[in-house]
């Protein structure tokens, strides 16, 4: 049997349906997670999956999940940013004073994420030319951002924004508009990733970098390319961020970059490269966000979610090993 | 050898000047900076830092990072409140108490590093999020006060004149210094940095080596929390939080590549002292305390875009 080569199996029916569910292992059992979740939660306390609570588990949560779409391809290139969460603070802010200050709408939204994804090329370009690890780039970013932003605005309400700027409590057929962006965003996300050249290629010099190079991918523009996208996902997440209420604090949300990490990375990205979907971040976000809201129903102190986060990380990436060591 | 000598010297002479142009632009901007008074002070201030940046040169001279310092530091200091005033432990034996979970938390870290392989990276990024939420939840946000006279002994007191921190500091240094840079032990961490398979392979003790880093990681990280409650005399479960940041930046400023196989405990020192000096610099200069982190992300990126320009040469 150890024969049996990968394409022969492939033209096994049955063996096809095995494979499908081994590739997508992880999101299935996130699913399975978030179905046990709101089925144990909701018979304990059926308030847990009312519309109301579902909404606002939605509305608050979806950036993260955008956020974690473009940490995921970040990660499956190989690299890793802890900068994300001070990123989407800053653009945040940028685009509500720009709101405040009565700028068209249009580029109240569109103008961060612009300067989103400079400012990451940047990063992309210090991580794949200069060739600083993207840990020790983004850990300076992270401060340099942070620290800028408190410098500047001391931390300060930005409120009074037009309400045609609140794209994040927009409503479509009773849905929140956050909805959407996350669901087409991952839907597209997750499509150029398996077909594009370019997702592919994010893959491959995740896998083997070397291997890669051999194949003719350009791996320096292609990091950068990855980093630029990344930020224009942190850029549509630092909108929604701004958004979802009427007032935005100028600060950087605490431990925002984590929590995106956290999805990507219980989400089934491998953090070795190479491996993992932006479906399964998505759901993680999802489930992450449920897990916060079922501790309040659950009468469960809220100060052990970080715990709850810490132990789930672990016993994902503990899980990711041990698979990668069978195969 | 000696060229790889040569190299560290290098660095370490390039830090020194860059140290001493620092001190004397800082000495001109104000006329507080080089009073025994304000160094001193400083020194008090850098200590906690200081302590954690010496075994993380050992992890990241091994090409690990230990991201959790920061949350262990936290969990420590919560710990300490929690042993003497809820549990009714007498307050050294609460100390000690709390500096062993530090120690057992690192050791946690080098036993998913070493047992699972899981890159130290993701490890530490995870135990992060675990023992500052077991900070969190243990504390559920209530802050310990009330400490006896005598604790406050180790965080604000003096021993001759100099701050009783930057004696164990001082102490810690030269140990630390030592080990990496006469012993066996430190041989085998700048083995496993540069070539880890090749040093498995020559009998070295890899794991063992690692399990021990990370568990003095840790260990170290409750002792600088014990000061540094000591020296705020109160504890809070977010104590720490990004101080990951300013303990690899040290590092890292003094030289220790980030790849692993380099680096020495006096660079780290260096680094650690030209980092106090521009926080301190800026801040009697005007430039309030946000700022200052923008310096010093920017001088992060800077001293490794510089190094590795230099190098390259070399490589």
Redo the contacts between chains.
Sequence with gaps: MTTETPALSRLVPVRRWKSFFESYGQEFVILAALVVLFVGVGFYNPRFISANNLTSMFVGNAYIAIAAIGMSMVIISGN?DVSVGSLIGVLGTISGTMAVNGYPVILCWLVPVLIGMVINAGVGV?VAY????S???T??????L???L??VTGGAWISGMPPEFMIAQFRLFGLPSSVYFMVVLTALAALWMKYSPFGRAIYAIGGNPEAARVTGIRIQPAIVGVFTIHGMFAGIAAILFATQLQVIQSTVPP?LE?TV??AS?VGGVS??GGTGTVIGSTLAAILFAAIGSSLVFLNI?A?????????M??AT??AD??RR?RI | MTLVLNRMLRHEVILGVLLVAALIVLAGQSEHFWTADNLLNQGRLMAEVGLIALPMTFVIVTGG?DLSVGSIFGLSAILLGVFWQNMGLPLPVAMVAAILVGGIAGLGNGF?ITR????P???T??????????A??I???RSVRGYPDWFFGLGQGEVLGVPSQLWIMIVCFVIAAFILGLTTFGRTTYAIGSNEVAARFSGLKVDRAKLLIYGASGLIAGLAAVIFVSRVSTTR?DMGTGLE?DV??AV?LGGTS??GGRGTVIGTGLGLILMQALKNGLALSG??G?????????V??AA??IG??LSRDGD
């Design positions: 890793i210090l200069v060739k600083i690890p840990i020790v780039v850990l300076g970013m992270l401060s340099i942070k620290g800028g408190i410098s431990n984590l990490i956290t990375v953090i070795l102190s100060y052990w979610l970080r715990a709850v986060q810490g132990l990380i672990l990436v503990l090993m041990a060591r | 990072i998913i699972f392989k899981v890159p990276l993701i490890a990024l995870a135990t992060l999020a675990l023992y500052r939420g077991l969190e939840g504390s559920q946000a479960s940041l690899i930046t890292v980030i790849f430039v309030k946000d700022g200052t982190i923008v310096v010093i992300g920017a992060l990126i490794i875009l590795n320009l």
